[in-house]
């Protein structure tokens, strides 16, 4: 949207007004109103408007999502000022859904191209090498490991079938979604490569065949960044990793 402005040299009564009008107008805005429906029913990507008495913008930010170009006059400079801050703001919120958009993308051709190279191997014996590889390579996670229980007879021998103890099991079956956060000395961070000792974060993840409420393994993610697994982060995509790891490695396990 762009904003005119007609000269009014240093007075404007409107000035010291102009945020309680805001608030004012906001509050009433938050109740249902068929008249903004109506008029947003009019406009469409070629409609031009001229918003003249704007005030703080509120038709003119409203407006602005359908129209072409939308102008805001408004005599009071103070009125115009608290538009251009909160179109400042929609700006600023805009780029950053558009960076979260650009990293979603990212980590969703990092999923596609970590399940191709679990598609590819066709030897069970195979996959806990190429899991932790491609979480290393594709992910940029430094510590991997992985462990998995009630393996078939034919693979028992393979390092990811050791001996787990009871606690790592029973957290494992209690988890319904991945953990994020510091190294709390779980025993499960003893699986990584350096036996958990550089691990400030972690991200456990319980391995489950579909809905099945009982874990017959446990994927382990460790960072010497204490802020790369964060307890207040989303967990989308850890959940996608989890059940891809989940569905390639069932082959192996009763």
Same mark, same amino acid.
């Given at each position: 949207a762009r904003h005119a402005q007609r000269p009014t040299g240093d007075q404007d009564p409107w000035r010291e007004r102009a945020r309680g009008f805001h608030r004012r107008v906001a509050e009433r805005w938050a109740r249902p109103d068929s008249s903004r429906?109506?008029?947003?029913?009019?406009?469409?990507?070629d409609t031009t408007v001229l918003d003249i008495g704007a005030g703080t913008g509120s038709w003119t930010i409203l407006l602005a999502r359908q129209a072409r170009q939308v102008?805001?006059?408004?005599?009071?400079?103070?009125?115009l000022e608290v538009l251009r801050e909160k179109n400042r703001s929609l700006e600023a919120k805009l780029a950053e859904l558009i960076r979260l958009g650009q990293e979603n993308e990212a980590i969703s051709d990092r999923l596609q191209k970590y399940t191709r190279q679990l598609l590819l191997t066709a030897e069970p014996e195979r996959l806990p090498a190429v899991v932790a590889e491609a979480l290393r390579s594709i992910f940029s996670v430094p510590l991997v490991a992985l462990r998995v229980w009630g393996v078939r007879e034919a693979w028992r021998d393979l390092p990811v079938a050791a001996s787990v103890e009871v606690d790592a099991i029973t957290l494992a079956n209690s988890m319904k979604t991945p953990y994020c956060?510091?190294?709390a000395e779980f025993q499960a961070a003893?699986?990584?490569?350096?036996?958990?000792?550089?691990? &400030?974060?972690?991200?456990?993840?319980?391995? &489950?065949?579909?809905?099945d409420p009982?874990? =017959?393994?446990?994927?382990?993610?460790?960072?010497?960044?204490?802020?790369? =697994?964060?307890?207040?982060?989303?967990?989308? =995509?850890?959940?996608?990793?989890?059940e891809v790891t989940s569905a390639a490695l069932a082959r192996v396990v009763d």
């Open positions: 429906d109506l008029m947003l029913s009019q406009i469409d990507g102008t805001a006059v408004d005599p009071s400079p103070g009125m956060g510091p190294n003893s699986w990584l490569p350096d036996g958990g000792a550089t691990a &400030r974060s972690l991200a456990l993840m319980p391995l &489950r065949k579909g809905v009982h874990a =017959f393994g446990m994927l382990v993610l460790g960072s010497a960044d204490p802020t790369r =697994f964060q307890m207040n982060m989303g967990t989308a =995509f850890l959940d996608r990793i989890a």
